[in-house]
DNA sequence: GTGAAAGCGCTAACAT
DNA sequence: ATGTTAGCGCTTTCAC
């Protein structure tokens, strides 16, 4: 098996240094045009592939932006992903993924992980558990999205985040003007995303003047386990005759259990959208996180801060939209 | 800002050469256990993390894989990429995604970018367009996950797919049993696959005597912009009791434009499974692909491969299982 | 059991 | 316009 093509074996078939090679490689204008022409076409020949590992060591900085991820399978974190890809490759940056399947000691591997690679910046919507993050982080800079690290700590980052606030409060609304007089929520594990979205909710009631009820104020697991009986709970025990999902896994918890459950008509949101909710047989609305633009934020914020690391930290809200499928 | 930690510092700290430093990290037997314990507090007390990028470059390997995938909004790429996340993890291995969302040129540069990273294989699940993969991948080891490369070169490389035949052909089967005379298909623009699905579709017909009908056996355009109009073609013009949509993305098209039509009832069927296909107003038959076996296989053989390059090249078929929603 | 020195592939001063 | 040299952070002989 022929070894590994490196710049040593071009300069030696072009019968120039590798500091040509290297110049002519990259575009360096004092290389002569002609030399350089030869020299991309040897190496392109040679089937030459310059070791960017060599590169980042020489010049100390890497292209690579570190993005954790609690849940791949979750359609909003692909979203998530694509988002930061296109905003990265466009500001020629790459990026390294890796999905924590909501497990802090993944958490912790996978930043490890990036710190070894020498990750430019890191970007983290995990933020499960008690990763100790300045620890961890060193001065590697750092954005965190839609999950938020512990209180103490989150005002010493970056942070790019829905209104949860807002947006649920409008979603309440909605379902409200629909017609709603009784509305239970099963509310997110994520507790600060939790508490947000239990504001927006108590905002709704209070501006149409509902009442409160705590007994139908009720909150998932992580994996949802306890979902499908809530479901029954606030539905049928608790005669809800509207029910929200803080997030897009929980309804869809709950839309596994919708059918086992004979109902009187009743209104159906949650938060986060999927495209397939137009197939269900029941109207449903839900609050649209804008997550292109909450990826281009991240990436832009976090290559602004790579490059000037002693800006503030700074939290960016953006807007959700109410859709009605 | 402060420096970054290298291992010269922890030498400095600790008071001895920079090999002995690497070699307590590392648990060399050959260093004192007193020494080493002193060393790896002083590392972990000075935030140190080694710099893979030159462990990489001295070692001359990484434990990287480059991933690339068509499109990482479809469930299914999604399931593959967390297959092969956690067989890679298992191995020792870390995993670099790129998606290229269904572009030659973005699969090429991803190419490049996983050979620039020294990647010690790749497992491409794109393979698009006229990549010329002998020539890019030089022989960085290589196996080919659901797409194909074409078929002149296909059989130099390691692959890893569904038993299409097999698994279309159960799938039609079970539409004509559930009563449908007349199953149109909606295939895929990936050719060989869409060779493959149709091959199992005229064996369904044939062992139940029906006739083929080329009017009712249309290919979806990459984007599925024609699938809408072609839905309609077949349930409507052509009167087709039965429709097979050839991959997921063709049936998320179908399903949108369904409710427009006003229709007979009829048979569904779909080449692999969603878990929401549980919620459609009508039942569903699907293929179901084995995807974390598909993912652990391509791992495994990629492994293999690194770690002994001349193996043969060779196929693997993985069946794939009928579900009815 | 530990240290000194070389070198992985590359780029950037500094020469010429 | 091109060559020489040094060195990024690490591991691995080869000494002791």
């Known amino acids: 098996m022929s070894r590994k093509i490196t710049i040593k074996d071009v300069a030696a078939e072009a ?14 204008p004092q290389v002569k045009k002609a030399t350089r022409q030869r020299i991309q076409k040897i190496a392109q020949d040679l089937g030459y592939h310059p070791n960017g590992l060599a590169r980042s060591i020489r010049v100390q900085k890497t292209n690579t932006l ?47 992980l990036m710190l070894e690679k020498q990750a430019a910046g890191v970007i983290i919507t995990s933020a499960g558990g008690p ?39 409008d979603l309440v609304t909605q379902l409200i003007d629909r017609g709603a007089q009784r509305v239970g929520i099963i509310n997110s594990a994520v507790s600060m995303t939790a508490t947000e979205r239990l504001k927006g909710y108590h ?6 003047g509902q009442p409160h009820d ?12 306890n979902v499908a ?36 008509p009743f209104q159906l949101g949650s938060f ?26 991240a990436v832009d914020r976090l290559i602004a801060r790579i490059n000037q690391p002693d800006l503030p930290a700074e939290e960016f809200r ?8």
Not at 140 to 150: G, L, N, Q, S
Not at 272 to 279: E, H, V, Y
Not at 280 to 294: D, F, H, R, W, Y
């Open 15 to 28: 019968g120039v240094s590798e500091a040509t090679i290297s110049r002519a490689l990259n575009d360096s």
């Open 66 to 112: 570190g993005v954790i991820i609690p849940d791949i399978l979750n359609n909003f974190f692909t979203h998530i992903i694509r988002a930061i890809e296109d905003a990265a490759a466009q500001a020629g940056y790459d990026v390294l993924i890796v999905n924590t399947d909501e497990q802090d000691d993944r958490e912790v591997s996978a930043l490890n």
């Open 318 to 325: 953006l807007a959700a939209k109410i859709i009605t499928h």
């Open 272 to 297: 986060d959208d999927q495209d397939w909710f137009d197939f269900l047989p029941q109207p449903i609305v839900t609050a649209k996180q804008p997550i292109a633009q909450i990826g281009k934020t």
């Open 131 to 169: 990763t100790n993050y300045a620890a961890q982080l060193g001065n590697t800079p750092a954005v965190f999205v839609d999950r938020m690290p512990p209180a103490g700590i989150a005002t010493q980052y970056d942070r790019v985040l829905v209104d949860n606030v807002r947006g649920t409060q």
């Open 203 to 208: 905002r709704a009631l209070s501006v149409a």
């Open 214 to 225: 705590p007994a139908i104020e009720v909150t998932a697991r992580t994996d949802n386990s």
């Open 229 to 264: 009986q809530m479901t029954r709970q606030l539905l049928v025990n608790q005669r809800c005759d509207g029910l929200l999902a803080a997030d897009n896994t929980i309804m869809d918890a709950v839309l596994h259990k919708l059918p086992d459950l004979d109902l009187p």
